[in-house]
C-alpha cells in the first residue's frame, strides 16, 4: 500500500487539497460513479454532511469514514 495522493478537488467554486491513499481515491471515484455524480459533487455532499456535525472531522477523515459507513451498508 502506497501512502497518501493530494488531489485538488472544486467544492463550492473554490479548490481544496485532499490526501487520501489510492484505496480510498479508487473507491471515491467508484461511489460517485455508482450514485452518477461527478467526484466533485460527492465530495461537497460530504463536506455539507460534515459541516453539519457537531464537531466537525476533517474533510480526509470524514471522506474515509463516509466511504467505511458506505462499505458497511448503513
Given amino acids: 500500500m502506497s501512502g497518501?495522493?493530494?488531489?485538488?478537488?472544486m467544492i463550492a467554486g473554490h479548490a481544496t487539497s485532499i490526501s487520501l491513499e489510492p484505496v480510498?481515491?479508487?473507491a471515491l471515484r467508484e461511489a460517485a460513479?455508482?450514485?452518477?455524480?461527478p467526484?466533485?459533487?460527492l465530495v461537497a455532499r460530504i463536506d455539507a454532511e460534515r459541516?453539519?456535525?457537531?464537531d466537525p472531522p476533517n474533510?480526509?477523515?470524514a471522506i474515509r469514514v463516509?466511504?467505511?459507513e458506505r462499505a458497511a451498508g448503513k
Fill in 39 to 41: 467526484l466533485s459533487a
Fill in 4 to 9: 497518501p495522493i493530494k488531489r485538488s478537488v
Fill in 59 to 61: 474533510l480526509a477523515s
Fill in 24 to 26: 480510498f481515491w479508487q
Fill in 51 to 54: 459541516i453539519a456535525a457537531p
Fill in 66 to 68: 463516509w466511504l467505511f
Fill in 33 to 37: 460513479a455508482a450514485e452518477g455524480l
